[in-house]
C-alpha cells in the first residue's frame, strides 16, 4: 500500500511538472508569433492562466491569457505599456510542441493602453502645450496652440474624449488638442479614458482577431 501512494505522489508530481513544461512552452510559442505579426523589436510578455493548463492544451483553447508589451513605437505617440487580455486563444497542443504556429485565432480581446505623461509631452512639447495630472480623473493643459493662423492660450483643466484610433483633449476655451494613436497593435478600438497619475490609461477592444505571420 505504502509503495502505491508513493508511485501516486510520484506521478503527481511528474503530472505537475509536465503541466508547467508545457505552459512555459506555450506562452513562448505564442509570445513569439505575437512578436513576428507585430514586427516587436522583442518578444513581449505572455502568461496563460488557469489550472491545469494540460486541460486547456489539450483541448486547445485558452480562456485568460494576458500579454504585456512595453514601449511600443508604432504609434505617433510612443505608448509606455499596453496589456491585453485574451480570450478564447486558440493554439492546438501539436503547435505548443512543435514550436511552430501558423496563425492564433483570438474570439476576443481586452487591452488598457498606458501613455506617460512623458510621452504625451514629447508630442506636445513641440507644439506649445504641456499636460499633467490635476487630481481625480482630470488633466492640466497649459501652452498655447495654433488653430486656423490664430494662437490661443491653453490654460486650465480638459477633458478627454475617444475614437477608435485617437484621444482628444478638449479645453475649456474650446481648443481640441488631438493626440493620434493609430497603428495600435490587433487592430483594437479605443473606448474610454482615465487620467491617472502616472498617465492617461485608454480602454480598447477587439473581437473576431487572428494573428497570422508576414
Known sequence: MRRLVI???????LLIVLDRV???AADHVVAARIQSQQHLPSQPSVSIGGFPFLTQAIGGKYDDVTLTVHHYHRSVVEVDT???????VHVPLSAVFSQHLSS?????????????????NAYLGPKG????????????VTGSITVSGQTLSVSGTA?????SDSLALRAANAVRIAIPLAGLPFGINL??????KQGIQVTATAQGLVL???
Not at 492564433?104 to 504625451?120: E, F, G, H
Request: proline fraction near 5%; hydrophobic fraction near 50%; glycine fraction near 4%.
Open 191 to 196: 473606448r474610454s479614458a482615465t487620467a491617472t
Open 22 to 24: 508545457a505552459v512555459v
Open 212 to 214: 497570422h505571420p508576414r
Open 129 to 140: 502645450v504641456t499636460v499633467a495630472p490635476d487630481g481625480d480623473n482630470r488633466v492640466r
Open 82 to 88: 499596453i496589456s491585453v487580455e485574451l480570450r478564447g
Open 104 to 120: 492564433v485565432p483570438v474570439d476576443s480581446a481586452t487591452a488598457r493602453v498606458l501613455l506617460s505623461y512623458a510621452d504625451i
Open 159 to 163: 477633458t478627454i474624449d475617444v475614437t
Open 7 to 13: 508511485v501516486a505522489v510520484f506521478l503527481v508530481a
